[in-house]
């Protein structure tokens, strides 16, 4: 077993070092204990039972009834807190985890399976606090009994010790062995279960589109494939194990019968071996043997929580996380936002934005158009630092994008996209959206928006409860919920990322209203394909293939007869 992925687990232990070696402790004890009752039981028969002396029997029998007790509040003692330690520890290793990757890049979403990620965060953490509930604790207290039985009956008898350990060294073999194969097994048992929860998160996430295309047949079938697939892998496990089990039951069968053959001679002929010492080393062969079973138990679930380790900590040693900045200002102003020869490329050699320069005046409001792909929404996610671009590249409010803080600078650029994300709650609850903003906030920025006929004709108004992922509104809908969003955050930049698009007549008019109010007082981009949408704004960028080919005004943008006024005619006509 590869124990080294276990001294990762280190620094979280440590925080509970007390407990964990408390509990160890209480194991030792518990051990111990287990290892006297055996010595006791052969005083018991050599000294009482053989002298027929009953008051010194009844004597030992309430010692050993004594033992029992306490043995059974050790045990007690023991469960108890090495399930406390593995719930406290994986509350801690759970919580860094998460927060790990809410800081990472979202190019590292973009090649990373969301219920992957849901598995490390859930199961694999489980199967980690299984290490230590019953695992690596119970592990070595079976361990440390298992010694001190052998040191006990050496000290007995070492012929009877040496006859009871003759199957030690197969044994001892055969568990490197099995520990190898489970390890391999339980490797395919997690991969698959992250399969299977990516498969099903995917899945039940885009159920509608399954169903559209009526892929039912088909998508279970894939699913099935899954299922046997983690079933084998399972089953292999099961298998390693069931050959494992019965070859130390043989094993304990055979030191048995040895054992009771020699002794028996021993005691009819020689008379060096008492009945006492005989009873006690069948005792010692059973407990013995009861670990042997019980750690093969436990590298069952050590396998798992060392796969599980290991697993938990690539995504933890990962170093796609973004690294932060001091906060240089207190607030960032309302500002220019400048491109200065800005290239970027998702993946090596597949340019998306090519030497792209401009500039945005402060409270200006700016248009990027141009057709699916040209790198619209790319300028977006540079702006927002979501993709890391070259030092003095991209500039807002006259610093460095690379040099401003991350929380700043989105707290200070509101965003409208075309597809948000909505809570099952409230409306009210969704507008605030975990902003510490009071009700009396929500109904002013409705009415300064002109949204208060849009909310009221909702049943029970604000307290309007969203299904999941905004079931229950149109895509218009929720895209005036996301300006109001925005609108209560106050940022001094704002981007409108296709958020106008979707609409009817009636709520497109209230978008319109929206993002006139919206945009005074504040340097804004509008992204959209609508070009009624835009006509209005300051300037008006045209990409095309990640280059930008035509800026202007929309009066000079038509009076150039380029791309722009192109598709302006193509649109209008179409309209």
Not at 82 to 92: E, H, M, R, T
Not at 229 to 238: P, S, Y
Not at 421 to 439: A, P, V
């Amino acid at each position: 077993m590869d124990f080294k992925f276990l001294f990762k687990l280190w620094p979280y232990v440590k925080i509970y070092r007390f407990l964990f070696f408390a509990t160890i402790l209480v194991s030792i004890c518990f051990g111990v204990l287990s290892t006297i009752r055996p010595l006791l039981i052969q005083y018991a028969f050599d000294n009482y039972i053989m002298n027929s002396d009953v008051q010194g029997l009844m004597n030992i029998m309430l010692i050993i009834l004594f033992c029992l007790f306490f043995e059974a509040f050790l045990q007690f003692v023991f469960v108890y807190r090495s399930n406390y330690l593995a719930q406290k520890i994986i509350q801690k290793l759970r919580s860094k985890v998460f927060f790990t990757i809410l800081r990472f890049q979202v190019r590292y979403f973009d090649k990373t399976p969301v219920g992957q990620l849901i598995t490390r965060v859930v199961s694999d953490i489980e199967a980690i606090a299984s290490i230590f509930s019953q695992g690596l604790l119970v592990f070595f207290g079976d361990l440390f009994k298992m010694l001190l039985i052998i040191v006990c009956m050496f000290l007995m008898s070492w012929e009877l010790a040496l006859i009871s350990l003759v199957c030690l060294p197969f044994l001892i073999f055969s568990t490197i062995i099995f520990q190898r194969h489970m390890h391999l097994a339980f490797v395919d048992v997690r991969k698959y279960i992250s399969k299977i929860n990516t498969f099903v998160y995917e899945h039940i996430i885009g159920m509608p589109v399954v169903q559209l295309f009526g892929q039912e047949k088909e998508q279970f079938d894939k699913f099935e494939k899954l299922n046997l697939a983690h079933r084998d892998a399972h089953i292999k496990t099961v298998f390693y194990f069931s050959i494992f089990l019965p070859v130390i039951d043989v094993c304990a069968a055979i030191a048995m019968g040895l054992l009771v053959w020699y002794g028996a001679l021993n005691v009819v002929s020689v008379g060096n071996v008492t009945i006492g010492e005989l009873i006690a080393f069948i005792l010692f062969i059973n407990m013995l043997f009861r670990p042997l079973r019980s750690m093969a138990d436990k590298f069952n679930i050590l396998q798992m929580g060392v796969v599980a380790v290991r697993r938990v900590f690539n995504v933890l040693e990962s170093k796609n996380y973004e690294v932060d900045v001091p906060v240089l200002k207190d607030k960032l102003s309302v500002g220019d936002i400048v491109f200065k020869n800005v290239n970027f490329e998702y993946k090596e050699n597949e340019p998306v934005l090519k030497n792209i320069s401009f500039k945005i005046q402060a409270n200006e409001t700016v248009a990027i158009i141009g057709s699916t792909g040209s790198g619209k929404t790319t300028l977006v996610n540079l702006i927002m630092k979501w993709y890391a671009v070259k030092n003095k590249t991209i500039f807002i409010d006259d610093e460095d994008i690379n040099n401003i803080n991350m929380n700043q600078l989105r707290l200070s650029v509101g965003i409208v996209l075309q597809n948000s994300f909505f809570l099952s709650d409230t409306l009210m609850n969704n507008i605030k959206f975990f902003n510490e903003f009071s009700d009396q906030e929500v109904y002013d920025a409705v009415k300064k928006v002109g949204l208060e006929d849009f909310i009221y004709k909702f049943p029970d108004n604000y307290n309007y409860h969203i299904g999941e992922r905004g079931v229950g509104l149109s895509q218009g809908e929720k895209q005036l919920i996301s300006f109001l969003r925005t609108y209560l955050i106050n940022p001094p930049y704002l981007i409108l990322d296709e958020a106008t698009s979707s609409m009817d007549p009636e709520t497109d008019r209230l978008i319109q209203r929206a993002i006139k109010r919206l945009t005074q007082g504040r340097t804004s981009i509008i992204i959209a394909h609508r070009l009624s949408t835009i006509k209005s704004a300051d300037n008006i960028l045209l990409l095309e293939k990640g280059d930008l080919i035509e800026m202007g005004t929309h009066e000079k943008l038509l009076n150039l007869n380029g791309k722009y006024a192109n598709y302006y005619y193509q649109q209008f006509i179409n309209d």
